[in-house]
């Protein structure tokens, strides 16, 4: 069979009885009527059953996306079918393009569950990972600190607008949530210490337990824990989605540093917020213990208060504001760190949060145990 046209020819003819071979000549450009892969079907189910398509193209003398739009329909139909065509006779340029029109990229995470590599390439992957994340913290904090010497010398570039807005959200709209969690510590400190205590007639020491854990190291931590999880995933969040939607690519277009603009004020309102929230933390702390002192252990509000006072000294109230300041860094450095990291998609949004808040805690976590050892170690 032959159909004709001004524009095109196309022949079939059948060499063996399960092959068909369709010779394609002329002109194959989208502008004008081309045939439609359905006169292949017909030809197709016109006789025996056939197994396999051969094209030949010799007399084509132009061609374009038209060839391949109707190339690509008739493959797809035989894959259906399971007839195999073979694309020899096609031309290169229309045998490449249409590999890639079928090439389909393998999605992130779409391996099944349970397939896994060789144990010494896991190992090797995870090295490399380890180094670069190693290698970009250090660059970010290296870049953090030039930032803040620039500051120092009044060359920074950022707005006080955004500054004060940036205090009041980690100060200010962090109060309810502190008072909360820390007034519970006391509290569940103060009964813990209680249970053991009573059993010695000691009640008294139940504020000499919960004043020096609250305000050397619990209050902080506290503190620490709640502001990684709530303004470090908020950085984390807010840095990722100006990453989407590349309004950091404009800063640095426009010769803005976004290191200056956007990180350095965030690390400098979080480690000014921190030791006062610590402060208040530890007040709150002592309240818990006072509540649970008077309430269960029949003391006084003015002997729980002389007791604490007699215990805490002001050792205890720096070493607790030092783990606070360092915190403080801490926190603002993860979220800042994981929000520049952000890919370019909404769920890399929330795995920048996620990723920060677990950095942060972990941060925190070590940088109490070093601190510790180091207080230990110097007697303090």
Request: net charge positive; glycine share 12%; with cysteine.
């Amino acid at each position: 069979m032959e159909i004709e046209s001004g524009q095109y020819e196309m022949s079939f003819s059948r060499p063996k009885e399960d092959t068909l071979l369709v010779r394609l000549a002329g002109n194959w450009r989208i502008g004008g009527r081309l045939p439609s892969a359905g006169e292949v079907q017909k030809q197709i189910e016109s006789g025996p059953r056939i197994q396999r398509i051969v094209f030949n193209t010799e007399g084509l003398t132009d061609w374009g996306s038209g060839l391949l739009t109707f190339l690509i329909k008739v493959i797809h139909q035989c894959s259906r079918k399971k007839i195999r065509v073979e694309k020899a006779g096609l031309p290169k340029g229309a045998v490449k393009l249409i590999a890639i029109a079928s090439a389909v990229p393998e999605e992130k995470g779409s391996q099944k569950k349970g397939t896994r590599g060789p144990f010494l390439s896991r190992i090797g992957e995870s090295t490399i990972a380890f180094s670069r994340s190693v290698v970009e913290m250090l660059g970010f904090i290296g870049d953090a600190t030039v930032a803040f010497i620039r500051l120092l010398k009044g060359k920074a570039r950022f707005r006080r607008s955004d500054f004060i807005l940036t205090i009041q959200q980690c100060g200010v709209q962090a109060l309810p949530i502190v008072s909360l969690i820390s007034l519970l510590i006391g509290l569940i400190l103060a009964f813990v210490g209680a249970v053991q205590l009573m059993m010695f007639g000691a009640q008294i020491y139940v504020a000499s337990l919960v004043g020096i854990s609250m305000v050397r190291v619990m209050g902080a931590i506290m503190t620490g824990i709640i502001m990684a999880g709530r303004t470090g995933a908020a950085f984390a969040a807010q840095l990722g989605t100006m990453q989407v939607n590349e309004e950091i690519d404009a800063l640095k277009t426009l010769g803005i540093s976004p290191m200056e603009f956007l990180v350095l004020p965030r690390m400098l309102a979080l480690v000014l917020m921190m030791p006062l929230l610590c402060l208040y933390a530890d007040l709150m702390g002592i309240l818990g213990g006072l509540i649970v002192g008077v309430g269960m252990l029949d003391l006084s509000a003015v002997e729980y208060f002389n007791q604490t006072r007699a215990s805490v000294t002001l050792n205890h109230f720096w070493i607790g504001l030092f783990h606070s300041a360092v915190f403080g860094v801490l926190v603002a450095l993860a979220g800042c760190l994981r929000g520049l990291q952000c890919g370019r998609s909404a769920s890399a949004v929330g795995d920048a949060a996620t990723s920060a808040v677990v950095t942060g805690i972990v941060s925190i976590i070590v940088a109490t145990a070093i601190i510790t050892i180091i207080c230990n170690v110097l007697g303090i």
